[in-house]
């Protein structure tokens, strides 16, 4: 991790089905700084490495919702 990466966590209680899962972690890791992107379907739990300098929670938001789901922020 760099300086400037982060861990942010989001929360998504639109996910339907295990085939979501690649879906959003693959449009999360295409965006620039994203180092990691896991999403846990049975929870709705979705934990991104990120630098903080190159992505914001705004554009993982987005990133997200372009794949027909959406997600926010969250504390767990």
Do not use: Q
């Amino acid at each position: 991790m760099s300086n400037t990466t982060i861990r942010t966590t989001l929360r998504s209680d639109e996910l339907s089905c295990p085939s979501c899962v690649p879906k959003i972690e693959k449009a999360l890791l295409a965006l620039p700084g994203v180092e990691k992107a896991e999403v846990k379907f049975a929870s709705g739990r979705i934990e991104v490495e990120h630098d903080a300098a190159l992505t914001d929670v705004d554009a993982l938001v987005n990133s997200i919702a372009k794949t027909g789901y959406a997600a926010k922020p969250s504390a767990f």
